[in-house]
């Protein structure tokens, strides 16, 4: 069975400095997507970042980028220029290309940001 | 911005009731999911439903759970004979895209107490 650990129960970062959430997974399938998805304090689970697994290229949002690292299954995220906005609970998530929508996700990572 | 809308927002019920939890999905999306988080534990999948059936379901959902929806805009999920373990935040999701790369669009729960 696949899981998802994410080893950081809490992070914080300054304004405007970078941080890297890490997370790693483990699977035996060779299609499979990874997930990283935000948590404002009550508020909806919202997606940050997706990445194929057939893609090599590490994928990038504006200020969010992912580590992809296949062999390791490690799937880290990286927030740079940090704000305010970003304090969060951050879960990494995997699914399985022929999934129809289970979501398999880690524990997450709880980010403050410090002004 | 469509969202996916859950009510109640936090339920409290006695141990052997019936609960029904509530959700609108994003109205063009045509993929709908239950997942639920034990105070401190993962985010776990229940069940993804397409087509007015139950495409997926995890182990979790027993036959104490079903889902339907009644009307073309609601999806329901209901608890026939709640336990105290049930307790839990409930979370809706759609998507308007199958398959392991689709983005899933979450609700901001729902909380369960049984006493």
């Known amino acids: 069975a696949q899981t998802v650990t994410q080893s950081q129960p809490e992070m914080s970062v300054q304004e405007a400095e970078t941080v890297t959430l890490s997370c790693t997974y483990d699977?035996?399938?060779?299609?499979?997507?990874l997930f990283w998805y935000k948590q404002p304090p009550s508020r909806q689970m919202i997606l940050v970042i997706r990445?194929?697994?057939?893609?090599?290229q590490n994928a990038t949002e504006n200020r969010f980028s992912v580590n992809f690292q296949k062999a390791a299954k490690s799937f880290s995220l990286k927030i740079s220029d940090s704000q305010l906005g970003d304090a969060a609970m951050y879960f990494c998530?995997?699914?399985?290309?022929?999934?129809?929508?289970?979501?398999?996700f880690g524990k997450g990572t709880k980010l403050s940001v410090k002004p | 911005e469509p969202e996916v809308t859950q009510t109640p927002s936090h339920q409290v019920t006695q141990m052997g009731q019936e609960v029904i939890l509530r959700c609108v999905p994003i109205?063009?999306?045509?993929?709908f999911y239950w997942y639920r988080q034990i105070l401190g534990q993962k985010v776990e999948f229940l069940v993804s439903f397409y087509n007015n059936e139950i495409s997926e379901k995890s182990e979790i959902f027993d036959d104490q759970f079903s889902v339907e929806r009644p009307d073309g805009s609601n999806f329901t999920l209901k608890i026939r004979s709640t336990k105290l373990e049930d307790s839990a935040m409930y979370f809706c999701a759609s998507s308007s895209q199958v398959g392991g790369g689709g983005e899933l669009f979450f609700g901001e729960g729902s909380r369960l107490t049984v006493l």
């Open positions: 109205s063009n999306h045509l993929y």
């Open positions: 998530a995997y699914r399985s290309g022929g999934s129809q929508g289970n979501l398999i």
């Open positions: 990445q194929e697994a057939y893609k090599q």
């Open positions: 699977t035996s399938e060779s299609d499979y997507y």
